[in-house]
């Protein structure tokens, strides 16, 4: 039963650069999987301009995503569980963990600017372990670029090789349909006003008399041309693509629904069920009788009603039952796993049982931290959540000081969440910290939760640092490291050496001066 479970699931998340569309392909896969009546509505209870994937509230003041939820829904016989990621790239650190976590990734990209930046810093998180990637390029209803333009830059700028799975049948005013290579057939899609219900799709032949009525010669000759040249294209190679060496290529509109059931059913064909996992053990396998998993993300206040703050927990290994005993690798401490829940978004319902690829949330379970491994038998460490460079900094300052305590405990508990990263500086008689946030908007989020949830005012005065390393090295060359002038040293949260640097120089100088030791960009294990 275990093995079988295992085969149904699909653990992903979707990456993107802002405005790609990775919120609207989520809403779009949510409605085909038949997890929301109309895109942008859970369940019908909500207004059809609100994400279903945004519950806090500075997401819905904001209009943006900022924090990671879970989607899990089923689709022909599959359980597939979406980890929905932040958009906004100033919030990419949790997008990071959360990309730790799962089995395949679906990239996105718009049409008309092809790869962009914060989709680059993204891959490069799953290539660091060969996370199978599927790329979707993305509004295919407005001007594009060309689509072999499109798969040669990917294939220079990310190092990966490009399979088509799908051709578009022409861009903007004149994308009419995807056409698909395997069954040699071309899906003609019906365009709406919106797109907040499925799409009708009509199957025809692509060199058909119909066809070339619906538009301009030339783009139907070109689109003949292009569909012969991929009979000679690459085959998908499921062991390559499992390495991270291949992408499959897939073109649409998520607005319109144009080619997303084609995409979906893929999909789920495509992307591996849930696998091994890195430990101290080596490789384990999710079929493994007893229970572990590990905890890669924690929220708080995600019911603002009961001020709760939910562990994120993957399932790796065995059977997970409501009510189980375990015991943290980390402190020893067993907990009785009570209330757990399975997500959907803000919405929750207890959750009795899940396998390996399924995200549970265990509600106020003791003092879990990012990382944990929870195991119900023998201890086993999975790889550690590292830390990401921050490219803000800032000093945090509370003039109450009978509010100092209640600071104190905030920036912990923030810190434990990973909400932020807290350093400590070494050669200042009087130790403030230093707060370091991927993007800026994370010190307004952070500056919000301290008034709200534990009282404090704080100030923040940003300072003139942008780029953080960790240094690793023997002791007796760390205790001859030299920096430039202008760098900071620094402790993190497990008194691990991290240098701040102002410039690019800074860090190149410092490099240069100290060849005996490594300037890590993500903290070391």
Not at 192 to 203: C, F, I, N, Q, T
Not at 334 to 341: C, E, F, K, W
């Amino acid at each position: 039963m275990l093995a079988e479970e295992i085969k149904k699931r699909r653990t992903f998340a979707i990456i993107s650069h802002p405005d790609a569309g990775k919120t609207t392909l989520t809403e779009k896969l949510l409605l085909y999987g038949g997890a929301v009546n109309l895109a942008g509505a859970v369940r019908a209870k909500r207004s059809e301009n609100s994400a279903a994937s945004d519950f806090m509230e500075i997401e819905k003041q904001r209009g943006i995503s900022v924090s990671s939820t879970v989607l899990s829904f089923e689709y022909n016989d599959h359980l597939l569980n979406l980890l929905d990621t932040p958009g906004h790239q100033d919030f990419s650190e949790d997008t990071y963990r959360t990309l730790l976590a799962v089995d395949s990734v679906i990239m996105v990209l718009d049409a008309a600017k092809g790869i962009e930046a914060q989709t680059l810093k993204l891959f490069d998180v799953c290539k660091r372990r060969h996370i199978p990637l599927v790329t979707f390029i993305n509004k295919m209803d407005r001007p594009s670029l060309e689509p072999l333009e499109l798969m040669d830059e990917i294939e220079r700028v990310l190092g990966v090789r490009t399979v088509p799975i799908n051709w578009p049948l022409g861009n903007g005013d004149y994308f009419r349909g995807v056409f698909e290579i395997a069954t040699k057939q071309l899906h003609i899609f019906e365009r709406k006003a919106h797109g907040s219900r499925k799409a009708e799709v009509k199957l025809v032949e692509p060199n058909s008399e119909e066809v070339a009525s619906m538009v301009p010669s030339h783009i139907f000759e070109t689109f003949n041309e292009e569909i012969e040249l991929l009979q000679i294209a690459d085959e998908f190679d499921r062991e390559a693509f499992n390495r991270g060496e291949i992408t499959p290529v897939f073109f649409g509109s998520a607005l319109t629904n144009f080619g997303v059931q084609l995409f979906l059913d893929k999909f789920i064909d495509m992307v591996p069920a849930p696998g091994v996992r890195n430990s101290n053990r080596g490789p384990i396998e999710p079929t493994e009788p007893s229970f572990s998993g590990f905890v890669f993300k924690i929220q708080a206040d995600m019911n603002p009603k009961h001020r709760d703050r939910v562990a994120f927990l993957r399932v790796c290994t065995g059977k997970f039952e409501r009510g189980m005993k375990v015991h943290c690798v980390r402190t020893g401490e067993q907990i009785r796993l009570a209330y757990p829940q399975r997500l959907f978004a803000q919405e929750r319902e207890t959750v009795d049982e899940a396998f390996p690829g399924d995200v549970v949330g265990l509600v106020n379970s003791g003092e879990l931290v990012l990382g944990d491994t929870l195991v119900e038998g023998e201890d086993v460490q999975y790889d550690p959540i590292p830390l990401f460079p921050p490219e803000h900094f800032c000093r945090v300052l509370v003039d109450d000081a009978s509010k100092r305590k209640q600071f104190s405990k905030a920036l912990e508990l923030l810190k434990r969440e990973g909400a932020i990263q807290i350093f400590w500086p070494h050669d200042e008689g009087v130790r403030m910290p230093i707060m370091g946030a991927v993007g800026k908007l994370q010190f307004e989020v952070v500056e919000h939760r301290l008034k709200t949830d534990y009282g404090v005012e704080a100030r923040f005065e940003p300072i003139s640092f942008r780029l953080a390393r960790w240094v690793v090295g023997k002791e007796e060359d760390l205790e001859k490291f030299e920096a430039s002038r202008l760098a900071m040293r620094v402790s993190d949260g497990e008194d691990r050496l991290v240098c701040l640097f102002p410039s690019q120089w800074d860090l190149d100088y410092t490099v240069e001066k100290n060849p005996q030791l490594q300037f890590l960009s993500v903290s070391p294990n």
